[in-house]
């Protein structure tokens, strides 16, 4: 697939999201009226999450029946008990979904997903060529632009500065992202920072001409097409860049603090206070009007987790945690849980400072979503037959489904709904009227069972 210039600019948000017109620009605009556009939070955490993990404290016999049988299942979430790591969650259980029995088998499972939980294709670890379609976050991005159209970060390993995302803008092509607060600061809010260096060769303009650049030789097919395309976005970036200008004055409201110390990639900050720094700029993003869309990679395999509450002198390893290796005489099953109970105190944060900021006839949380989900299915080496979603959604949610535990049929079974299901729904309530997203489950389809469009209990 050889894209011009100008088809990228069409088909990618890298940079250029306020050029990035959505095939139905106008109906997204008046489906954000005076409300303001609607946001998308996408949290992907490594290891899985264990269905039973979500599943509700005080269910009746009857419902831990058939939620243990993962027979489809609805009860409101107000008059049960969450799960422990939950229960910082409980003032907004009227805003929560948890949404059990998707499956993700399309996408890759075991260990990691890559790309390809967010685009529904099997990733051939983590090979350009697979890359077969624009990821979902860019998908809703180009629904409601903005002027970087799409954020990424990411704690993926011990990575800092501007790295390879897993987002993907179009075909054949891996986003970029920023992997530690102040690089993501430095980056989003620079034209307040160093508004000298905007319109020159900054970090990310050197990313894409010099790791991206076509001056290598021998380069050949995707990965010749993905470099032009990189390439090919650096004027986009420098337009972008004049905006922001612009917008200087505003973005100057928001700029988050940073204590110092973050600097240099912060190589002595313990992981809840890194997480709580990059909350700080995924909030200033969305505040700010830089994006409506941010992906975020909290933690992979290979992110240490030092400072832990439990585990406060460990340094601790997600992947032998997923073995049930103990650290600190502390259970494995304990500290997964205080490190998803350390994920939904960044969600928390993230719905509290949302709804300190006016918008329309309520807060910017009204109209926004936030998905924290498994990258790689149900368990550390997950087979993707389940995919648990937490969702928490605004006033204004596009969709049906708030205030719920919701369990659906599970896999090769008669109703049964994929991931792709469920990114076809979240496109079809915000004006994308595709017919599916994604690749298709090969089981399903051998037993030839409807797996394609929207969840139709969830659309409002």
């Excluded at 940073?258 to 912060?266: Q, S």
Aim: contains cysteine; glycine residues 8%; aromatic residues 8%.
């Amino acid at each position: 697939m050889n894209l011009n210039r100008r088809q990228f600019l069409q088909t990618t948000a890298i940079g250029a999201g306020a050029l990035v017109m959505p095939f139905s620009l106008n109906q997204a605009m008046a489906a954000a009226g005076e409300m303001g556009p609607k946001r998308f939070i996408f949290i992907r955490k490594s290891s899985g999450i264990r269905p039973l993990e979500t599943a509700l404290v005080n269910f009746s016999d009857k419902h831990k029946a058939l939620d243990e049988n993962k027979e489809p299942l609805e009860v409101a979430l107000d008059t049960h008990e969450l799960p422990k790591w939950l229960r910082g969650l409980d003032e907004y259980k009227e805003n929560m979904t948890i949404l059990q029995g998707l499956s993700a088998k399309m996408s890759e499972n075991v260990h990691w997903s890559f790309s390809s939980v967010m685009g529904c294709f099997k990733s051939q670890r983590n090979t350009l060529s697979a890359i077969k379609r624009t990821t979902i976050d860019y998908e809703l991005a180009k629904l409601f632009p903005s002027p970087f159209g799409h954020v990424e970060l990411s704690f993926a390993e011990n990575r800092t500065g501007i790295v390879d995302g897993y987002s993907a803008p179009a075909p054949y092509t891996r986003n970029y992202c920023y992997a530690d607060p102040d690089t993501a600061r430095n980056e989003l809010f620079k034209s307040v920072l160093n508004p000298e260096a905007v319109n020159s060769d900054n970090d990310m303009l050197n990313f894409l001409q010099s790791r991206e650049g076509l001056e290598l030789t021998g380069i050949k097919g995707h990965e010749k097409t993905r470099q032009e395309s990189h390439i090919n976005s650096i004027g986009a970036i420098r337009e972008r860049n004049k905006k922001l200008v612009d917008m200087a004055g505003k973005l100057a409201k928001h700029l988050p603090d940073l204590d110092p110390i973050h600097l240099d990639g912060g190589p002595n900050a313990t992981t809840p206070q890194k997480q709580a720094a990059m909350t700080d700029m995924l909030v200033a993003a969305l505040v700010s009007g830089l994006t409506n869309v941010v992906t975020y990679t909290i933690d992979t395999l290979g992110t240490p987790v030092t400072g832990l509450p439990g585990n406060e002198t460990d340094r601790i390893g997600i992947h032998p945690l997923g073995h049930d290796e103990a650290f600190g005489g502390v259970p494995a099953w304990k500290t997964r849980e205080q490190i998803r109970i350390s994920h939904v105190n960044q969600i928390k944060t993230i719905i509290d400072k949302l709804k300190q900021v006016p918008e329309g006839n309520g807060t910017m949380f009204d109209n926004t979503m936030i998905m924290y989900f498994p990258e790689n299915g149900e368990t550390h080496h997950g087979v993707g037959k389940e995919s648990p979603f937490l969702v928490m959604s605004g006033q204004n949610c596009n969709l049906d489904m708030a205030g719920r535990y919701i369990r659906l049929p599970y896999h090769g079974n008669e109703g049964h709904k994929t991931l792709g299901n469920w990114y076809t729904t979240l496109l079809n309530a915000h004006g994308n009227p595709i017919e599916h997203y994604g690749d298709l489950d090969t089981e399903m389809s051998r037993k030839k069972f409807d797996q394609t469009g929207a969840i139709k209990q969830l659309m409002a």
